[in-house]
Structure formats: structure tokens, C-alpha cells
């Protein structure tokens, strides 16, 4: 396994991490009973990163992390989970960081999760009703009792990192990025105020920051799968996202026909050239990747054994220029 090192995490990162989300069973492909399974192979390849949230499964992507890492397992790895995306009983979400919410929300993500501490709290998204200096006191109240280690922002704009660097120390940053979005302005259709290639790049490298890009496969569409049309059931929860379904999607569905012939041509899998890419970039430090298979597992974990070549990145940057300011 491939590690990096940033200043502001003592740990070195695997350069390939697991994301957690499908970990809830939102997905067709949702890990389910081989949750465990996953998780302690994972583990036994070098990978030190798990990315879960409570709201993946409300509660059961962090409940089976939890399960999977007790034990000696949970020394290894490096749990990061987030706060501020709560829920109703309709299963309504509501974007929430208030003291009060993230008091309580931290202690059900420990509970959950079974152990008394997480290494990076990340806040998932914005909340414009509650000032930055409330979430911060309940940031900074959690961490001084030792239930969380690191601290990180997931999609926010750069005017309000800077706002929270200049009261808190932020570790770590995490944001959309593959190959097709790369300065995009949306995610399942919540506006996103960050352009990660132009913004969110430079600012990491210039403090040190780790960078975990979630969706490096384009939520399946950059594993090589994808048909024209119906690539998922009703109620797989990618059908919220209208770049994977309808009028947008043609565009992106021509983006990964190009990249996976590259792919062919060099006689590499597309997933790997996807991984790759992301990779060899120096900001980015370990690459949220879903599996739902141990296979699956093995062949994220491949693309960290080979190098593109100066050459056939400069070729890839001539396919996906056209997808830099979408």
C-alpha cells in the first residue's frame, strides 16, 4: 500500500481510503452482510482510512463500521466521520451545526461507531443560519475532551475555511472531485460553493492540509459499467443526482466512453486510469473509494501498483479539458 504524509495529520494516509457510504444500504450495490468482511480485508491490505457519516443509512453505515473495527482492528485505522446533516422521522435532512446538535450528534456517532474517539470530525456541509463562532465552541469543546483528534470541512467555499482557520485549527478539507468534475458547480443538485481544481487545490497545498476527493468514480460511472440508460433501480439514491440520469447525462456518459478508450488503448482498467489520476496529484492524499466486494476491493487496490507516464497524462488532459469548468 501507497501512504502520504501532510503536516497537519501526524499519521501518513493510505493513498486509497474507504468510503462508507454505500456501507447504508442506499445503493443497489450496498456492501450488506459482507460489510465485515470488507472492512477487516481492507484493513489487511494497509488501508487506514475509513469516511462514514451518520447520515449514510441513518446510522448504519457507522453502526457496521463500528462492528467491523472492534477489537485490535480499530488501533490501525484512522476513523473519519462528520456532523451537521441531521434528520427527521421522514428522513427529511436538514443542514444543522449548532453547539447543541453537534454535542449530541458526536456522542450517538460514538456510540455507533464503539469507540471514544474519532481522528477526523469533518463538518459535512454549510450551515448559513448558525454564526461560525457557535460551531466552533462545540468543535473545540469535543476536541479538548478527547472525542475527536482532527478536524475538517467537507464542501464549503474557501472565504468560509478561511473564516474557521482564523478561530480553529482545520486539518483537513474534502470535496467532489474526478476526472469529469472537476470544477463543478453542484452535487446531487445542492449548489456547492467551491471550485475544487481552482480553488480547493491550492489552498490545501499551500496549509498543509490533507484532501480526500469523494466520488473519484463518478458515483460508477468511471468504473466502466455504465449503459446508456438504466444503470439503476428506482430506489438507488443515485437517482437524485440528474448528471447520472436525463439530459445531462449523455455528456458525461461521452466523457467516460472517451476515458475508457484511452484506458483500452494503454490496456489498463478505466477505474485504475480514474484512481490514478487523482493519485498522482500531490494535493490529494487519500482517495475515498466505495467497494462493495472484496474483488472490488482488490482492483481499487491495484491502481496504486503503476504509474501513468508524463505522456499519457498530457494525453488524458486533452480527453477531459472540456469537463475542466463543469
Known amino acids: 500500500m501507497l501512504y502520504k504524509k501532510v503536516a497537519k495529520i501526524k499519521e501518513a494516509l493510505s493513498a486509497i481510503g474507504i468510503g462508507c457510504w454505500n456501507f447504508g444500504g442506499q445503493w443497489d450495490n450496498s456492501v450488506g452482510d459482507n460489510t465485515i468482511a470488507l472492512v477487516h480485508a481492507a484493513v489487511d491490505y494497509g488501508i487506514n482510512l475509513f469516511d462514514v457519516a451518520p447520515v449514510y443509512g441513518y446510522g448504519r453505515a457507522?453502526?457496521?463500521?463500528?462492528?467491523?473495527?472492534?477489537?485490535?482492528?480499530?488501533?490501525?485505522?484512522?476513523?473519519?466521520?462528520?456532523?451537521?446533516?441531521?434528520?427527521?422521522?421522514?428522513?427529511?435532512n436538514t443542514n444543522n451545526l449548532t453547539k447543541k446538535s453537534i454535542l449530541r450528534e458526536i456522542d450517538e456517532s460514538l456510540q455507533r461507531l464503539q469507540t471514544d474517539y474519532i481522528d477526523i470530525y469533518q463538518l459535512h456541509w454549510p450551515d448559513k443560519h448558525t454564526p461560525i463562532e457557535e460551531t466552533v465552541s462545540a468543535l473545540e469543546e469535543i476536541k479538548k475532551a478527547g472525542k475527536i483528534r482532527y478536524i475538517g470541512l467537507s464542501n464549503f467555499g474557501q472565504q468560509d475555511m478561511e473564516q474557521?482557520?482564523?478561530?480553529?485549527?482545520?486539518?483537513?478539507?474534502?470535496?467532489?472531485?474526478n476526472m469529469l468534475e472537476r470544477n463543478t458547480d453542484s452535487y446531487h443538485n445542492i449548489p456547492l460553493a467551491y471550485r475544487t481544481e481552482s480553488e480547493v487545490l491550492p489552498m490545501v497545498k499551500a496549509h498543509q492540509q490533507a484532501f480526500l476527493p469523494y466520488s473519484p468514480l463518478f458515483q460508477g460511472l468511471l468504473a466502466g459499467a455504465f449503459k446508456k440508460e438504466k444503470n439503476f433501480s428506482e430506489n438507488d439514491i443515485r437517482n437524485a443526482n440528474p448528471k447520472l440520469r436525463g439530459p445531462l447525462f449523455k455528456k458525461y456518459y461521452d466523457g467516460a466512453l472517451a476515458i475508457g478508450a484511452f484506458a483500452d488503448k494503454i490496456g489498463r482498467?478505466?477505474?485504475?486510469?480514474?484512481?490514478?489520476?487523482?493519485?498522482?496529484?500531490?494535493?490529494?492524499?487519500?482517495?475515498?473509494?466505495?467497494?462493495?466486494?472484496?474483488?472490488?476491493?482488490?482492483?481499487?487496490?491495484?491502481?496504486?501498483?503503476?504509474?501513468?507516464?508524463?505522456?499519457?497524462?498530457?494525453?488524458?488532459?486533452?480527453?477531459?479539458?472540456?469537463?475542466?469548468?463543469?
Request: with cysteine; net charge neutral; hydrophobic share 45%.
Open 269 to 326: 482498467p478505466i477505474n485504475e486510469i480514474a484512481f490514478n489520476w487523482l493519485r498522482q496529484k500531490e494535493e490529494v492524499t487519500s482517495i475515498i473509494a466505495g467497494a462493495s466486494n472484496i474483488s472490488q476491493l482488490e482492483r481499487n487496490i491495484n491502481a496504486m501498483t503503476w504509474n501513468l507516464t508524463e505522456g499519457q497524462l498530457t494525453e488524458i488532459e486533452t480527453i477531459i479539458a472540456p469537463f475542466k469548468s463543469l
Open 62 to 92: 457507522e453502526e457496521l463500521l463500528g462492528k467491523a473495527l472492534k477489537g485490535d482492528k480499530r488501533s490501525k485505522v484512522l476513523i473519519a466521520s462528520k456532523c451537521g446533516l441531521v434528520w427527521n422521522q421522514k428522513l427529511e
Open 164 to 177: 474557521f482557520m482564523s478561530m480553529i485549527e482545520i486539518s483537513v478539507q474534502q470535496s467532489l472531485y
